[in-house]
């Protein structure tokens, strides 16, 4: 029986979240909710597409459409607004042998990328996939190149004393020498949403990078999403604001999204040690399973990263189109 794929209907989209937390590729930007925020804020046309074999889903794959002077374009996630993954999630796929898995995974795909040609006939395409997809072949065998990029993800299913002994020497110090009362870390709302979208803002211009994500976009995304959460974390000394991240949480994980840039507050205080060890106490605390660290592609940034011992993840960034039009679409720095 042959795969059928097609822009998920209203019924569709009643249970579109449920498929999306059975999906091991699942994430909170891939809730319903989270997809038309993502396209408000982007400027483009979402087309959530499902696949189904017979009455049984077998995987959904978001696209976003973007016209810019006549071009159609296409992304998973919509670029500008930094969401760190989506691509395709697939559904009722873990008890099948391989072979059977892999043919359904294909003709799935297939069927997904056969529509976007048939309807939409894009000139570029560019997706960026989660953690949970470890085969690219699909995309390669539609004309895709895909490049494997990389994350850190800590175990947080150990005892909290383990997990703290694994990390590196100077991590511990930092976590376990600082006097509690010198600092708070508290998880809070907009107001704290706002003050991190600042911080980080402030910081990529000062190093004359980009950084386009409006406050809107982040706020609608915390307000809306259905079942995940957008979770500031900040640190404060004496009362004052001194840096915070922003994390993304879903299903048993959490990630680092935003923040945990440099703060320029003059405060002997390990400011992003404590924050990153408050996420993960507070994962522990509620069940979680997983810390991402979102990126280990940066050579001066894994050097912090690595000292909490984490593991090395794998995702993939597929791009499709001619020489031309990648070389245009890599003058947007945040496409990949």
């Not at 319903?32 to 959904?60: D, M, R, W, Y």
């Not at 990389?150 to 383990?162: F, S």
């Not at 399973?289 to 597929?318: H, M, Q, W």
Request: proline share 5%; with cysteine.
């Amino acid at each position: 029986m042959s795969i059928d794929v097609r822009v998920a209907t209203d019924d569709d989209r009643e249970r579109w979240n449920d498929h999306v937390q059975r999906s091991p590729q699942g994430t909170l930007c891939h809730e319903l909710e989270a997809l038309e925020v993502q396209a408000e804020h982007s400027g483009s046309t979402l087309h959530p597409l499902i696949g189904f074999k017979g009455q049984e889903p077998v995987g959904l794959f978001p696209v976003f459409e973007l016209k810019k002077q006549f071009v159609t374009t296409v992304f998973s996630p919509p670029p500008h607004i930094r969401v760190p993954y989506l691509g395709p999630a697939f559904l009722n796929m873990g008890k099948l042998k391989q072979r059977k898995r892999e043919r359904r995974r294909q003709r799935f795909m297939d069927g997904c990328l056969e529509w976007i040609q048939s309807e939409l006939s894009p000139r570029y395409a560019h997706i960026r996939t989660s953690t949970g997809v470890g085969d690219a072949r699909p995309f390669k065998w539609n004309e895709f190149d895909a490049t494997p990029e990389y994350t850190y993800a800590v175990d947080l299913t150990r005892e909290r004393d383990d997990l703290l002994m694994s990390f590196s020497s100077d991590a511990r110090s930092n976590i376990t020498s600082t006097d509690e009362d010198e600092y708070e870390v508290t998880v809070g709302d907009s107001k704290e949403i706002a003050l991190i979208h600042e911080q980080v803002k402030h910081r990529y211009e000062s190093q004359d990078i980009s950084f386009g994500v409006p406050l809107e976009f982040v706020q609608d995304l915390a307000d809306r999403t259905a079942t995940g959460a957008v979770r500031p974390y900040t640190l404060r000394v004496d009362g004052e604001f001194v840096g915070g991240i922003l994390a993304l949480e879903y299903g048993d994980r959490t990630g680092r999204w935003m923040g945990g840039v440099r703060t320029d507050t003059d405060v002997d205080v390990p400011t992003n040690d404590l924050l990153d060890w408050a996420i993960m106490e507070d994962g522990m605390e509620r069940g979680l399973e997983t810390y991402d660290l979102v990126g280990a592609d940066t050579r001066r940034i894994n050097r912090y990263k690595a000292k909490f011992n984490p593991e090395l993840e794998t995702y993939y960034s597929l791009e499709y189109g001619s020489w031309g039009m990648k070389t245009v679409a890599s003058l947007y720095d945040s496409v990949k």
